[in-house]
């Protein structure tokens, strides 16, 4: 199945996949924020099929919140708004929904232990939003 994709169906796109990253980066501030959003950004521009193509620029002029909450006001619904979009082709849902997964293991791959409580739980929440629609 094909899907045909607006602009502004591309921005939705986008900024859930970044602000996933972002949201990451934030929640593991503690640690290496700007490492958390270099390995997730490298995960999702290595996307590939029509998710790949939309993911491969970040989102341009979106205003993220300041906070962590205001950012996960933005994120949350437009990842769970992206798989709506989406569920018209399985296979690209399916393929969003990995590349988001693979770009928040990514963001929270530990250099010593296990990933922080926080970033465990924003993964979650993450998850959970992809899993909503």
Known sequence: MSITLTDQDKL??????WGAVSLMSAAGAAGSAHKAATEGSIALTSATGLVG???AKAPKGVKYGKTVA??????L???TASMSLLKQD???ADNFRRTVIVAIEAATRPHKGQPSPT???MARKITEAL???
């Open 53 to 55: 193509h939309v993911l």
């Open 131 to 133: 899993d909503a629609a």
């Open 70 to 75: 205001a950012l996960a006001d933005q994120v």
């Open 12 to 17: 939705t796109l986008r900024t859930a996949g």
């Open 90 to 92: 399985p296979a690209e």
């Open 77 to 79: 619904p437009a990842l």
């Open 119 to 121: 970033m465990t739980e």
